[in-house]
């Protein structure tokens, strides 16, 4: 079974700050996503990658950047925070890109920007 | 753009009630479609999906047949329990290009008491 972890699980931040959220997928998937989640929102995806060195744009990218180092490894980067940016986010990956494609997520990250 | 549309924000219900949470689709192609289920402080996880007219997806209980005509993908389930409670989202596979992505709904909160 697919394996993603996400850290820190939990962080609090002031506006202007600089945050890095961090996941790791260990099954070796070739595609890896963030997504935000808001209440009246469902899940919204930031950024994806379908490999290493690769970043493709999602549907609310602004105010976030992301890398993908390794197959394994995939940051997402909020260089300057904002309070629009408390949200729960949650890291996922993919084998494939297909339609058919099922992504397995990790616990999240609850972040806070005060 | 295609997108999921849930009309059913929360739901409470008792045990051994029959569920239906509403999914509609907007899609110019042929989607696949998804539920998904998150249970309290985890991330969402696959439940079924389906990728053609009629076809219907099960797991655990829950169905919900493709409907081309209508287009619906509607959850049911004839007696649910109380670990049933949990947030539900409608995604389809939105084709773009080469690649596909998820588009998810707002979710439903399903609640149901003993």
């Known amino acids: 079974e697919a394996a993603v972890t996400q850290s820190p699980r939990n962080k609090v931040t002031v506006t202007g700050g600089n945050v890095t959220l961090s996941c790791r997928q260990t099954?070796?998937?070739?595609?890896m996503y963030w997504y935000r989640q808001d209440t009246g929102h469902g899940l919204r995806l930031i950024h994806y990658?379908?490999?290493?060195?690769?970043?493709q744009i999602g549907d609310v990218p602004d105010g976030y950047k992301a890398t993908r180092t390794t197959q394994e490894d995939f940051f997402l980067l909020l260089e300057l925070a904002s309070p629009s940016q408390t949200s729960l986010y949650f890291c996922?990956?993919?084998?494939?890109?297909?339609?058919?494609?099922?992504?397995?997520f990790g616990p999240g990250t609850r972040l806070t920007v005060l | 753009g295609d997108s999921v549309t849930q009309t059913e924000g929360q739901v409470a219900l008792s045990e051994e009630d029959f569920l239906t949470i509403h999914c509609n689709y907007s899609?110019?192609?042929?989607?696949?479609l998804f539920w998904y289920v998150q249970y309290p402080g985890e991330g969402p996880q696959l439940l079924f999906r389906?990728?053609?007219?009629?076809e219907k997806g099960s797991s655990r209980g829950f169905e919900a047949t493709y409907d081309k005509g209508t287009t619906s993908f509607h959850l049911r389930k004839a007696s649910v329990q109380e670990s049933d409670s949990a947030v539900y989202y409608c995604?389809?596979?939105?084709?773009?290009?080469?690649?596909?992505?998820?588009?998810f709904g707002k979710g439903a909160k399903l609640t149901v008491s003993p």
């Open positions: 099954n070796s998937h070739n595609y």
């Open positions: 899609a110019s192609g042929y989607p696949t």
């Open positions: 995604a389809l596979s939105d084709q773009q290009g080469t690649g596909s992505k998820l588009s």
């Open positions: 990658s379908y490999g290493a060195g690769n970043l």
């Open positions: 389906a990728s053609r007219d009629k």
């Open positions: 996922a990956s993919s084998e494939n890109w297909g339609d058919y494609a099922e992504q397995f």
